[in-house]
């Protein structure tokens, strides 16, 4: 079998130390940041509707931020120890991401990475009731065809928020 083509890169990377995963730093950065999200919540219960939505992307970036550390932990780049990035995303991703790290692994790392972006095989081209290709809007009823046309793009992060519930109702599933 030949070696992978990313594979010389992956050691020099690595030789010059820029793929270490510091654990430490990682769950410092969690603690930061659960530490901010925290006071930022707090102060959302404290001050009038008009300051909390100024105050609201600045909470959603600080909780994203949080989140994406989960995601690092999922792909085993947070910490060393395979307890260190499981015990990471296993705390991070159901508070911030509103699923599960394991749904999270299965979804993304496992049928996601598996094949990116490639139609019939990747999970996340379908995302009911939003269309990525153009054959499953020709496909869509009328009533689809308004809302991916129409509202869909206004819609699209609202609606992800949703993708763990979707999931569950079997509603991204990959046609067989």
């Known amino acids: 079998m030949a070696e992978h083509p990313m594979a010389d890169l992956r050691r020099k990377l690595h030789a010059a130390g820029l793929l270490a995963k510091p654990a430490g730093k990682s769950w410092t950065k969690v603690i930061f940041l659960f530490i901010i999200v925290g006071v930022l919540i707090f102060s959302h219960t404290r001050i009038t509707i008009i300051q909390g939505l100024i105050l609201l992307p600045i909470t959603a970036l600080f909780a994203t931020t949080l989140s994406m550390t989960a995601h690092e932990g999922v792909h085993s780049s947070a910490c060393n120890s395979k ?69 869909q793009a206004w819609v699209f992060w609202p609606i992800s928020l949703l993708v763990g519930h979707f999931a569950a109702m079997g509603w991204n599933q990959v046609p067989n």
């Open 83 to 151: 307890w260190g990035n499981l015990s990471l995303a296993g705390l991070v991703f159901p508070l911030f991401s509103g699923m599960s790290m394991e749904y999270w692994r299965v979804k993304h790392n496992i049928k996601h990475h598996a094949h990116p972006n490639v139609i019939d095989k990747d999970p996340d081209i379908y995302a009911w009731p939003i269309t990525f290709t153009q054959e499953e809007y020709e496909s869509s009823g009328v009533i689809r065809k308004f809302f991916q046309k129409h509202i």
